[in-house]
């Protein structure tokens, strides 16, 4: 196993960079993180739609949110990999490809997350903003989103964690990921297939577990700055 490691770590890490494009680990944590950053403007304005007292935008945002967490991410993989192409007349790479599909999907998850946090916020809030004459877009951005965001942050960690996994499902159109640089050295190794892809899923456990690990510590924190204890 040490052995195995000392030859093939470096290739879980960063895949074949520097003689190749970034990979393994690291282009895992390039793609969902870059998809969350990109998802999270789209999901704000989604959110906040998901609330609003405007009847159109309520249910397009509705719509939006139940189409895209109703269909498996591979099914808009997929779709990017032969749409956008025939869209914009020209060939997407692989990885942007990827990111825009994940940038969909998540965006509808991050709605919701957006939406809950802003709707358990007490409603006397809103009423005592507009009494002291301020309107929605300033109640909104003042008062409900700072308060609602620093709430979000376990939430939001939480779903990078599902990102993270879920990035493991673009190794099918070549993103190269960590699930696409094991791929590489099990074709290298021939043998050991079991090895292989045990040592992935404990790079992810131990990955995954650590954020885990971290949005519960700010969760806890946030709890008891909540009470007044931090």
């Not at 990999?81 to 998850?109: D, H, M, N, Q, R």
């Not at 965001?149 to 990078?160: A, C, E, K, T, Y």
């Amino acid at each position: 196993m040490i052995d195995f490691l000392s030859t093939y770590g470096l290739m879980f890490l960063v895949g074949s960079w520097p003689h190749g494009p970034l990979g393994g680990f690291a282009g895992t944590l390039l793609l969902a993180g870059l998809g969350l950053m990109g998802a999270f403007p789209i999901a704000l304005l989604i959110g906040v739609a998901r609330t609003s007292s405007i009847r159109a935008l309520k249910i397009g945002a509705t719509v939006w949110v139940y189409t895209f967490r109703s269909i498996p991410l591979i099914m808009i993989i997929f779709w990017a990999y032969f749409l956008l192409p025939t869209l914009i007349g020209t060939e997407v790479p692989a990885f942007s490809t990827a990111l825009c599909a994940i940038i969909i999907y998540e965006s509808a998850f991050l709605a919701e997350i957006i939406r809950a946090g802003l709707e358990a916020l007490p409603a006397g809030q809103v009423e005592a903003s507009r009494a002291l004459g301020l309107g929605y877009f300033k109640t909104l951005l003042s008062i409900q989103l700072p308060q609602a965001l620093s709430n979000m942050i376990p939430s939001l960690l939480n779903q990078f964690v599902s990102t993270i996994k879920a990035t493991s499902i673009a190794y099918i159109i070549g993103v190269q990921e960590a699930s696409f640089s094991a791929q590489q050295i099990n074709s290298i190794e021939l043998t050991g297939t079991l090895r292989t892809y045990m040592i992935l899923a404990l790079f992810y456990f131990f990955l995954c577990a650590l954020l885990s690990k971290l949005a519960k510590v700010l969760e806890t924190h946030l709890d008891n700055k909540r009470i007044g204890l931090a």
